[in-house]
């Protein structure tokens, strides 16, 4: 059984920076793609940022290039999100997703889609004022 939890989410000014973790234990990892997803009140669910658990092969959604950096540390079963020139539309939200076969299909854009992970977080909310 897969287990992912989310930690790190707060509230910050517009400009300034968090970082998310995500814990992920159980199974096998060799095959898993980790997501970052984020949910603003109303709105879908939407794909942020993504991480290939055996390449490191990382994937963002436009508007947080530049600004969002996802990375893992194998060795302790963690995801990060650090976020950096936060703005207010980032507030949501997020959550972290694990895809057991997302590396199985390199190339294309799984990774965005959302009902492609088998596994999720509670999620973490961030809040971004003005």
């Known amino acids: 059984q897969v287990r992912v939890a989310e930690s790190g989410g707060g509230s910050v000014q517009a400009g300034g920076s968090l970082r998310v973790s995500c814990a992920a234990s159980g199974g096998t990892f060799t095959s898993y793609v980790i997501g970052w997803f984020r949910q603003a009140p109303g709105k879908e669910r939407d794909f942020v940022a993504a991480?290939?658990?055996?390449?490191?092969?990382?994937y963002y959604e436009d508007s947080v290039k530049g600004r969002f950096t996802i990375s893992s540390d194998s060795a302790k079963n963690m995801v990060y999100l650090q976020m950096n020139n936060l703005k207010p539309e980032d507030t949501a939200v997020y959550y972290c997703?694990?895809?057991?076969?997302?590396?199985?299909?390199?190339?294309?854009?799984?990774?965005?889609?959302?009902?492609?992970?088998?596994?999720w977080g509670q999620g973490t909310q961030v809040t971004v004022s003005s």
């Open positions: 997703a694990v895809d057991r076969f997302g590396t199985l299909y390199t190339g294309s854009s799984r990774y965005r889609q959302k009902e492609k992970y088998d596994y």
């Open positions: 991480i290939s658990w055996s390449s490191g092969a990382t």
